[in-house]
């Protein structure tokens, strides 16, 4: 019969392709809009990071203690528990706790740490040598951030946060577990409770070309951006 | 004017001090290019950091024209900081930017508008020899080329000094001398003052005018470099001139040994001339003046500082005992000085 064995994956007939044409959409910018917050949001925890690590006062220690105490915790939790977790903050936050929109919040939370953490070794890859030099030109601070330490570690940020799309895109999936939309939902519903493994495969097809589109577009902007060497 | 006076500065380990920089007084003339040498763990660059504000000396001053460095508020110091132009061993240039882009970063720091960056930056790629090469990034030169654009970056904000620190100590001979060429051409030019910090005797002889000598956090010798290079004091600076005078001293002493064994009578002296006395004929003068003199020549070389040139000539004596000891009094009379190192 077509529900069984290998045959069962070539139902094509069996697909309902504008619902897959929405959920692949779903997936896009649910991926797209969080890796926008998550970038955001990384790279001024990973540069509250950095900035208070080796500050003296006790300010800049409290500091420092509190954000890598959020960014260990919330990156230790498994990301199928935290989104269960964070139902009610969700609720609060954006009203529903179904759809893609009622995904975002959890996935932001769980890949901002991880990110965060990316951002804050980048910056400290940056030549110590470069950031004396332009304090020695009396450059402030903020000289020191927009002039050396963004723009001399992004193609280190932009392959960080290719990977941390990759991660979201396996994330969104995760939630479509519960009710969340996308790729992963269709292919919980329709595909393993609908016993369609159609429906599955193509699901996991475009996921793997998303993937796919989303490293090589990530590997040509570093490739472009870096000038360290011919 | 700069003025250290009575600089310490001590860092807190574990369980002890260290000091890195001990009571240090020294004074730089305006225009001067004056020399810090010392091996690495000297305190030479903690000296220079102090100069420019990076650090705070533990007690003493570090006066500019008059401030004190110390004293300043962060406002202050950074304005002050771009009257202080610094180049830096590993040149310390941003990849990101291409060669312009570098040299204008000081003037965006200091908010200079985009023409006038254009302007500035033109004109120094130009005192530097790099024109053509504005638009390409720094992974595109070499390591010569990478300190043309440290020394432009350095220049960007009209200084009044520039601090090289171990500028020279990642480049091969020829181009450490082309980079020195370029900054005596700068100093001439611009008028700058120019602190030099090496650890290289060469760099040094070919264009400071004074240099302290640092051991051990302490500046151990100070003078004229054309003094210091023909009566070294302290052993440290024996061995810096020595370095620099005669890279090739163990060869010297294996000719040396081999030339006393073949002729076991003569005696081997060593010449010093200086100035306008290495351009007269002393040696020929000296043989003509004595019937059974003849000599071998050992190693000679000849060396040109700020202050003149030095040349050192070692020599074997043959001949009688007695015309060789008056020959050693003949060059003493024509105050060449004559180091006996081997008496047949």
Not at chain 1, 25 to 32: D, L
Not at chain 1, 92 to 112: E, H, N
Not at chain 2, 38 to 61: F, I, W
Not at chain 2, 274 to 280: A, D, E, I, V
Request: hydrophobic share 45%; charged share 20%; glycine share 8%.
């Amino acid at each position: 019969m077509a529900n069984q064995g290998i045959q069962s994956y070539f139902q094509f007939n069996n697909v309902n392709w504008s619902a897959m044409r929405q959920a692949t959409w779903e997936t896009v910018w649910m991926t797209a809009l969080s890796m926008i917050i998550v970038a955001v949001l990384g790279i001024i925890l990973g540069l509250l990071l950095f900035e208070s690590r080796n500050k003296s006062g006790f300010g800049w220690k409290v500091i420092n203690w509190v954000v890598s105490f959020l960014v260990n915790v919330f990156r230790s939790i498994p990301f199928i528990i935290l989104i269960v977790l964070l139902l009610p903050f969700t609720k609060d936050l954006v009203g529903t706790i179904i759809g893609p929109k009622a995904a975002i919040p959890s996935l932001v939370i769980s890949a901002a740490p991880f990110y965060a953490r990316m951002v804050e070794a980048n910056f400290r890859e940056v030549d110590d040598g470069v950031i004396e030099a332009v304090k020695s030109m009396g450059g402030t601070n903020w000289d020191v951030i927009f002039k050396v330490l963004l723009p001399e570690s992004t193609p280190a940020l932009i392959a960080g946060a290719t990977v941390t799309a990759i991660s979201l895109i396996s994330y969104t999936a995760m939630a479509g577990a519960i009710g969340s939309g996308g790729l992963g939902y269709l292919a919980y519903l329709d595909g393993f409770q609908s016993n369609n493994n159609t429906v599955t495969l193509v699901a996991t097809v475009i996921i793997l070309i998303i993937v796919l589109i989303v490293q090589t577009v990530g590997d040509l902007l570093v490739k472009k951006i870096d000038k360290r060497t011919l | 004017m700069i003025r250290f006076k009575n600089v310490n500065k001590k860092y807190k380990l574990d369980k002890s001090i260290l000091t890195a920089v001990k009571d240090v007084n020294l004074e730089i003339n305006d225009g001067e290019i004056f020399g810090i040498i010392g091996y690495s763990g000297a305190g030479k660059s903690t000296l220079v950091r102090m100069l420019d504000g990076l650090e705070a000396p533990t007690s003493g001053s570090i006066e500019i024209n008059g401030k004190d460095i110390a004293k300043l508020s962060s406002k202050e110091l950074r304005s002050q900081r771009k009257k202080v132009g610094m180049i830096f061993q590993h040149f310390n240039l941003l990849w990101s930017r291409t060669i312009q882009q570098n040299i204008e970063l000081p003037l965006e720091i200091a908010g200079v508008d985009k023409e006038q960056r254009h302007q500035k930056a033109e004109k120094l790629i130009e005192l530097v020899g790099l024109k053509g090469r504005e638009n390409d990034y720094p992974s595109e030169l070499s390591g010569g080329q990478k300190q043309r654009v440290g020394i432009a970056r350095a220049l960007a904000n009209d200084p009044e000094i520039l601090i090289s620190d171990e500028a020279t100590s990642a480049l091969d001979p020829q181009t450490t001398d082309e980079i020195l060429d370029l900054l005596l051409e700068i100093n001439k030019k611009l008028n700058l003052t120019i602190l030099l910090i090496t650890h290289e005797m060469h760099a040094i002889r070919k264009t400071a005018s004074k240099v302290a000598v640092m051991q051990d956090g302490q500046v151990v010798e100070t003078g004229d470099v054309y003094d210091i290079f023909q009566n070294p004091q302290q052993d440290i600076t024996k061995r810096f001139v020595n370095e620099d005078d005669n890279p090739n001293a163990k060869d010297l002493s294996m000719t040396v040994d081999e030339i006393i064994k073949n002729y076991p009578n003569g005696m081997v002296i060593k010449l010093t001339f200086k100035g306008t006395q290495s351009q007269q004929p002393v040696v020929s003068q000296m043989i003509r003046e004595f019937d059974s003199l003849e000599l071998n020549i050992v190693e000679g070389s000849i060396h040109q500082t700020q202050g003149g040139s030095i040349g050192s000539l070692v020599l074997q004596l043959l001949g009688t005992p007695e015309d060789q000891n008056k020959a050693v009094e003949y060059l003493k009379s024509v105050n060449v000085e004559a180091e006996v190192i081997n008496r047949g």
